[in-house]
């Protein structure tokens, strides 16, 4: 089991910034995949940015150049810098962990099987 705690959502301003912080806990964090997922409002969840245990990276194409995904092994913490932010990045983000990936990609949630319990970003135009 994989226990996952999102922390530094908020409220910002279009234009700021907002660090996301997701501590994880349980088995070893090193060899996950982990990914950050957003709901917006009367949307379905979907990715944000993932990040493989050997660093590479991915990102969905609204946040490329804006947003970046990182991990601190040491400290068995992921994080999302998020960037130039807009009224549409206003969501509910989670944070994920996952092994496997399914028929749909490792960028669809059914390849995560671990998921944090959100946390909310709010940015006013």
């Known amino acids: 089991q994989v226990q996952l705690v999102e922390s530094g959502g908020g409220s910002v301003q279009a234009g700021g910034s907002l660090r996301l912080s997701c501590a994880a806990s349980?088995?070893?964090?090193?060899?996950?995949?982990m990914g950050w997922f957003r709901r917006a409002p009367g949307k379905e969840r979907d990715v944000a940015a993932i990040?493989?245990?050997?660093?590479?990276?991915f990102y969905a194409r609204s946040v490329k150049g804006r947003f970046t995904i990182s991990r601190d092994n040491a400290k068995n913490t992921v994080y999302l810098q998020m960037d130039s932010l807009k009224p549409e990045d206003t969501a509910v983000y989670y944070c994920?962990?996952?092994?496997?990936?399914?028929?749909?990609?490792?960028?669809?949630?059914?390849?995560?099987?671990?998921w944090g319990q959100g946390t909310q970003v709010t940015v006013s135009s």
């Open positions: 994920a962990a996952g092994e496997y990936c399914s028929d749909y990609g490792c960028n669809h949630q059914t390849s995560y099987n671990y």
């Open positions: 349980g088995r070893t964090f090193r060899g996950y995949r």
């Open positions: 990040i493989w245990s050997s660093g590479i990276t």
